[in-house]
C-alpha cells in the first residue's frame, strides 16, 4: 500500500483502542488481496507520538500496477480525496503470496475532535477491486 494512503490513514488512528474495532472490509470474496491481520503500536495510539501500522494479508495474484484511492470526511466535510499509483511507492510487481506492509508516522497533537468517515480502495493493473475498506473514528 502507499505511503500517503496510509499515512492519511493514520491520522484517523489517534484515539481508537485497536485498529480491528473501526474498519470494515467493504470488498467482496473476489478481491485479490484478504486482509488477516493488522496491529497497532503503541495501542492505544498517543497523539503527538508516532505510530506504527502493520498490515499482513495474502495476495491470489500478482499486482503490477493500479490505483489507491482514499477519501475521509470530518463530519460532512471532505478533508481528504486523492487517488495515487498503487506502484509510486510500492515496488512493483508485488507477487502473489504473504503480504506485509509496516508504515510509521506521527500522529498530530491538533487534531481537532469529532467523527472522522472514510473509505480506502485499491484496484489492479486492469482496474479490478483488490480490497477495500471503510472505517469510522471518533477523536
Do not use: H
Not at 5 to 19: G, T
Not at 72 to 97: H, L, M, Q, R, W
Amino acid at each position: 500500500m502507499s505511503r500517503v494512503i496510509f499515512a492519511s490513514f493514520l491520522i484517523l488512528l489517534l484515539v481508537v483502542p485497536s485498529f480491528a474495532d473501526i474498519w470494515t472490509n467493504c470488498g467482496t470474496a473476489a478481491d485479490d488481496l484478504k486482509i488477516s491481520n493488522v496491529a497497532i503500536t503503541p495501542d492505544p495510539p498517543v497523539k503527538g507520538q508516532n505510530l506504527s501500522v502493520e498490515l499482513d494479508g495474502t495476495l491470489s495474484t500478482t499486482i503490477t500496477g493500479g490505483n489507491l484511492a482514499i477519501s475521509i470526511k470530518y463530519g460532512f466535510i471532505t478533508v481528504i480525496d486523492k487517488t495515487v499509483p498503487f506502484c509510486s511507492e510500492e515496488k512493483c510487481p508485488v507477487n502473489a503470496g504473504p503480504y506485509t506492509q509496516k508504515i510509521t508516522e506521527m500522529l498530530p497533537s491538533d487534531a481537532p475532535s469529532g467523527k472522522y468517515t472514510g473509505k480506502l480502495t485499491g484496484t489492479d493493473q486492469s482496474g479490478k477491486e483488490i480490497a477495500c475498506a471503510t472505517f469510522t473514528v471518533s477523536l
